[in-house]
Structure formats: C-alpha cells, structure tokens
C-alpha cells in the first residue's frame, strides 16, 4: 500500500522532469525530436507523446471519464508546443488530483479497462496509481537517454534531487 504522501510526492516528481524533459527536448528543431532513434517508440517526440496518453488514460479512469478519442497506437500530438501546453495542464490536474485522495479510496479494489490488453481487470488502486508514476519514470528514462544521445544532457533526474527538498549533506 502506498500513501497519499507517496502519491503527493510522486505528483510533484512527474511534473518537475517533465518540465527539464521538455525543456531539453526544445533545445532541438522539430525534424531531431521527431528522429526514430530506435527507442519502442521511436522518437523523443513520440515517447513524449505515449508519456502523455498513458497519464492522460489514468485520470481519465481514475475519475470515471471515457477514453473515448484515446488509442495507445495513434499519437496525440504532431505540435510539440501543443503537446507541450496539455503536458503542464495534465501535470496540474494530477497534482490537484492527488490532494483529493483518501486512504479509503487508495485501499479500495479498482475495476478498469485497459485499451492495450483490451480487457477489463480489478486491481488495488494504489497499485495502479503506483503503476502510474512508475509508468512516467520508466519512459522519461527513456527520453532521457534519446536526449543525451542527440548531445542534450537534461541534467538530474534523481527524485532526492528535487528542488523543493533540502540538499543533501
């Protein structure tokens, strides 16, 4: 079980490198961020944009919305300025999600479908808001390495390293 201090955390963590990985994925034109770099999906841009999509579905499930217009096989955004706004949107809405979270609910048994296995399956919630998180780290680790690949160094990405936390001695 995880807590809603986890949660709160994690919140403040996905929106911090998601700033530094779109604030390095600017520093190149549109033709390098859309480049196949050989990565699952193939881009820096299109890693991005999955990154989007797969947060973007759990709000969604986790607040009972559709996924209509959703498909894991389609990109959301060709404009990466675009995709770059509905980035720090999502990232809010997240973050004012999580300050809304109880104990109860994060215990609770949580049914959904998933548009990749396409299935329905019941799992703990917190598990699946731990999945979450752990969804983002996994693919902005990949961004990461495309990035510095293509000369761009996004600097730290460690959790403990983030602003807001005192440095450590």
Known sequence: M???DFCRRMAAY???????LYAAAAQLDGEARKRDRGAFFGSIHRTLDHLLYGDEAWMRRFTGQSLDGLSIS???FDEFALMHQQRTALDRRIVDWVEGLTPEWLAS?????SLAYRGTFVRPAWLLV????N????????VTTLLMQAGIDP?????PAMPDLP???
């Open 109 to 113: 048994d949580f049914r959904y479908y």
């Open 14 to 20: 996905n929106g911090w490198m998601n700033d530094k």
């Open 2 to 4: 995880i807590s809603i």
């Open 167 to 169: 440095p450590p001695v």
């Open 135 to 142: 969804h983002g780290t996994h693919h902005r680790g990949q």
């Open 130 to 133: 731990a999945h979450m998180f």
């Open 74 to 76: 389609e990109a959301l």
């Open 155 to 159: 600097g730290v990405t460690d959790l």
